[in-house]
Nanobody, 125 residues
Framework: QVQLVESGGGLVQAGGSLRLSCATS????????MGWFRQTPGKEREFVAH????????YYTDSVKGRFTISRDNVKNTVYLQMNNLKPEDTAVYYC??????????????????WGQGTQVTVSS
């Protein structure tokens, strides 16, 4: 069982920045690929970003490319999502997730094995 705890959410004005963190338990963090998803009420949880276990490969949904950056620290067992130039449409609960699978479709929710509890991000206009 892997436990994930997100932090760093909050209220920010449009154009501002936030950095989300996701601390992960266990001693196999460096072998996990990680993802960030987000969800708004009444909508499906959608893919935001993914980082491979090595950190070499990173993928983003089109709407956040150039504004969000996913990174990881394999010493601190933590994955980050730096969010710049935030827009009101980025308002959502953000979830991190971990997968132990290889050769996955990283944008699919069912590719991930464990999820955090989520952190709220609210962007005011």
């Amino acid at each position: 069982q892997v436990q994930l705890v997100e932090s760093g959410g909050g209220l920010v004005q449009a154009g501002g920045s936030l950095r989300l963190s996701c601390a992960t338990s266990g001693d196999r963090f460096s072998s996990y690929a990680m993802g960030w998803f987000r969800q708004t009420p009444g909508k499906e949880r959608e893919f935001v970003a993914h980082i491979s276990w090595s950190g070499v490969y990173r993928y983003y949904t089109d709407s956040v490319k150039g504004r969000f950056t996913i990174s990881r620290d394999n010493v601190k067992n933590t994955v980050y999502l730096q969010m710049n130039n935030l827009k009101p449409e980025d308002t959502a609960v953000y979830y991190c997730a971990v997968t132990q699978k290889r050769s996955i479709d990283y944008a699919r929710r069912d590719a991930y094995d464990y999820w955090g509890q989520g952190t709220q991000v609210t962007v005011s206009s």
